[in-house]
């Protein structure tokens, strides 16, 4: 029996149940180097690369990154948990080198994520107390092919044996 959604209690419940991949997002705007957690990340466009993401905009991380133009969306793998979870948490330090973070021509990079995506912000849409943001990709940075790190009812995970389908292993079936 599918409950009834009607209220944010339920409605965040509901995408407790749906698992997501889980991004860094960074950039380097007046006063130092700013990120956070996020496991609202999707692909909008591939001809031109287009990607958006929703913020909270109650985090001071939030704030910062919002007032930059220039940022960087790191895809993280399974064993970069303990990076998602300092970003993801007020207090804790962020851009060490124990996490992996290494300092690139004034860019902070981090060589072991799944990919790296360079981007220019196109347009920012307030959303109740979220603000999404939509982004052309300049510049994507393949890193070691991995597990993702999956967010899934409030917690990291990495991802089970894959579920046989009539299109498992047939190409171009899937993105």
Known sequence: M??????????????????TGVAVVTASPVGGPVGLTASSVASVAAEPAVLSFSVATSGRSAGRLLEARDLTVHLLSASQAHVADAFARAGVPRFTADQGWELHRGSWRLPDALAELDCRVESLVPVGGSTIVVAGVVATRLGPASAPLVHHDRTFRRLGPVVETRTSGVAGAGA
């Open 2 to 19: 599918v409950e009834e959604i009607d209220d944010a209690t339920r409605f965040k419940r509901a995408f407790r149940r749906y698992p």
